[in-house]
C-alpha cells in the first residue's frame, strides 16, 4: 500500500464516483419499490377497515383515531336507500318538523345533505370534509331504516397504524385488516 496523499483533484473524483454510484442504488431501489399510496405499500399489504355487518356505530371511530380529524368516514350506499321523507338517518325518531333545521338532524355537523327529488322523495349525500365519523347517521339508517349509510376508514387519510387505536377499543371487533387490493366492504344486507 501506498502512504501517497491524495490531492484536491482525486479527492473531488472519488466523491463524484461515490455520489454517481449512490445515485444508481437509489434509482435501483425505486424501481423495485412497491407502489404505494400515501406512503402505503398496495401490493401484498393490509388496512384496516370497517365491517360494515359488525360496526354497531358506538361512536368511538369519532374519537379514537390519532388523527385531529378520524380518517372514518360515512358512506351512502345509493342503490339501496330508500329515499325516505322520514328518512331516520337524517332525522332523530319523532322529529318535530320534516324541515332542514339543525334541531331536527341527526348529524352533529350537518355533514349529511338532504335534497328534494320528487314527492316525496329525497336524496341524501355525505359532505366528507364536514363527516366526524361519529355513526349517528348509520346508528338510525340501520336501526329504523335500510342501511344505506354505512362507516369506512377512508385510505386517503389513514396513516395504517401498526395497532390501530380505534380497533383497540372497538367493541365489536368490527375494525380488522384486509387486504390492499381490496380495501372497501360493501355493505350487506
Known sequence: MSNKKMDRREFMQTIARFGAISALGAVGWLAVKKPTKAGIALEGGSLWQIDPNKCTHCGKCATLCVLKESAVKCLHKSDICGYCDLCTGYYYPEPSNLDTAAENQVCPTGALIRKFVEEPYFQYEIDEKLCIGCGRCVKGCTAFGN???????????????????????????????????????????
Open 147 to 189: 342501511g344505506a349509510l354505512y362507516l369506512q376508514i377512508m385510505h386517503d387519510r389513514c396513516l395504517n397504524c401498526n395497532i390501530c387505536a380505534i380497533a383497540v377499543e372497538c367493541p365489536d371487533h368490527a375494525i380488522i385488516r384486509v387486504p390492499a387490493q381490496t380495501p372497501y366492504f360493501q355493505k350487506t344486507i
